[in-house]
């Protein structure tokens, strides 16, 4: 298992950042003017598509000029840590989910962009770490992901189902990212992660409740008590008996 943190330029930043900035709901549309103030977002939402996409990538291109030595600096540290805390990260995912991880996900890249929302590439072993982390906090990103390309790559071994299947806002997403939390409770893994004591998954999971109990309680009982392919299917049967309940919360807190 290997990891790399790279740069791939303010071009990729507009990419990852125009889905967001368009989104329907605040949750997700937000992070990017709390993060970028002095953007201006009172000319963007009024331009078209074409103006928008020029808008962004004028002021994004500025903001690499002005931060690129900073930017290359932290891309040593956040690979040098990765590479300390390397062996202990893969000892708790191999114990975690039984399996062996020394000679998979070689080619996984940590990329550094303007987008406070950092978003994950499943087919590419990807995601993006928001340039003001520093190389702890860009570890703890990484994590967050990792544990998703583990989780989806032992899910699918089990149970032969579509990549597809994986993504917002199917159930099956809506597991995987609730899960990050129990795995993440593993000393190895919580003691370098900056965020853990705060949340290392949506904030909004820590007050979801399911038959009056908090959802990630229940799933980290059920963890701990059960190997993990008896766990993947318990657990999905329980989001699937809750699962209305579980979309008007998320619904609630995402427009709220």
């Not at 996900?105 to 590439?121: A, K, L, Q, T």
């Not at 995987?176 to 949506?202: K, T």
């Amino acid at each position: 298992m290997n990891l790399k943190f790279v740069y791939p330029g303010a071009a990729y930043s507009v990419e990852s950042c125009l889905p967001f900035m368009d989104a329907d709901t605040p949750y997700w549309r937000e992070p990017f003017y709390q993060f970028h103030p002095e953007f201006d977002r009172t000319r963007f939402e009024r331009a078209d598509s074409e103006e928008r996409r020029a808008l962004l990538t004028a002021y994004l291109e500025r903001q690499e000029r002005a931060h690129r030595a900073e930017i290359a600096e932290k891309l040593e540290r956040c690979n040098a840590h990765w590479s300390a805390c390397r062996p202990q990260i893969v000892a708790a995912l191999e114990d975690r989910f039984g399996v062996l991880l020394d000679d998979s996900f070689n080619d996984m890249e940590g990329r550094m962009s303007f987008n406070p929302i950092s978003p994950r590439y499943l087919d590419e072993q990807a995601f993006d770490v928001f340039w003001l982390n520093s190389e702890r906090g860009a570890l703890g990103m990484a994590l967050h992901e990792i544990i998703h390309f583990v989780w989806f790559r032992v899910w699918q071994e089990r149970f032969r189902d579509s990549q597809e299947e994986y993504e917002r806002p199917s159930l099956k997403w809506i597991l995987s990212e609730m899960v990050v939390d129990p795995i993440m409770r593993d000393p190895r893994l919580s003691q370098i992660n900056p965020y853990f004591a705060d949340g290392c998954v949506y904030d909004y999971f820590y007050k979801m409740t399911v038959a009056d109990r908090p959802v990630l309680e229940v799933l980290d009982e059920l963890m701990r008590t059960r190997p993990m392919d008896s766990f993947m299917n318990d657990a999905f049967a329980l989001l699937s008996e809750h699962e209305s309940e579980i979309r008007r919360q998320i619904a609630q807190a995402e427009n709220s």
